[in-house]
T-cell receptor
Framework: ETGVTQSPTHLIKTRGQQVTLRCSSQSGHNTVSWYQQALGQGPQFIFQYYREEENGRGNFPPRFSGLQFPNYSSELNVNALELDDSALYLC????????????FGPGTRLTVL | QQPVQSPQAVILREGEDAVINCSSSKALYSVHWYRQKHGEAPVFLMILLKGGEQKGHDKISASFNEKKQQSSLYLTASQLSYSGTYFCGTDYSGGAQKLVFGQGTRLTINP
């Protein structure tokens, strides 16, 4: 069974640039959720994808967007990067079922200068 | 509606017990507990559903008090490997777990 993988591991960008982060879900999982974790804080829900459609969104502006592909992998895109976007971005995969555990990937550390 | 965790930090000696609480002001469908070590991803520990269910494995267990909208995580005879930050993630919808996480409880276990 393959776990959740994310790429890249680290990324440095400058303000105003755009970034794409990638996530491969755990084998057998069909739902991907993205979270932003600032230093010293708990993860914050960005959005979730199921069947290639966004299913719920947290309190993040439209410049945060995503995609899910037929193989359930997913991308997170952030446009017009701001300094406050610097954080660890985590994706978590799960089954589309109520109260089912989510398994997190190792994360992408994004630094915006 | 971020859940509130208490305490914010705990320092124990190996072998001591700890309790971490997670309280919500809104009705919960389920509570998810995770442990995160520095620089690593959160690791799933357990889920508790509304109904006062108690779960456990090894020396870590948890309860869910539906009336109080509170969950507690119990660590018994703590081991050095238990060190890390513990997060509760709350699900208010009963859907596919759009979790709202607490601010975390940092647990340090000393020899």
């Amino acid at each position: 069974e393959t776990g959740v993988t994310q790429s890249p591991t680290h990324l440095i960008k400058t303000r105003g640039q755009q970034v794409t982060l990638r996530c491969s879900s755990q084998s057998g999982h069909n739902t991907v959720s993205w979270y932003q974790q600032a230093l010293g804080q708990g993860p914050q829900f960005i959005f979730q994808y199921y069947r290639e459609e966004e299913n719920g969104r947290g309190n993040f502006p439209p410049r945060f967007s995503g995609l899910q592909f037929p193989n359930y992998s997913s991308e997170l895109n952030v446009n017009a990067l701001e300094l406050d976007d610097s954080a660890l971005y985590l994706c978590a995969s799960s089954l589309w079922l109520a109260a089912h555990e989510q398994f997190f990937g190792p994360g992408t550390r994004l630094t915006v200068l | 509606q971020q859940p509130v965790q208490s305490p914010q930090a705990v320092i124990l000696r190996e072998g001591e017990d700890a309790v971490i609480n997670c309280s919500s002001s809104k009705a919960l469908y389920s509570v998810h507990w995770y442990r995160q070590k520095h620089g690593e991803a959160p690791v799933f520990l357990m889920i508790l559903l509304k109904g006062g269910e108690q779960k456990g494995h090894d020396k870590i267990s948890a309860s869910f008090n539906e009336k109080k909208q509170q969950s507690s995580l119990y660590l018994t005879a703590s081991q050095l490997s238990y060190s890390g930050t513990y997060f509760c993630g709350t699900d208010y919808s009963g859907g596919a777990q759009k979790l709202v996480f607490g601010q975390g409880t940092r647990l340090t276990i000393n020899p």
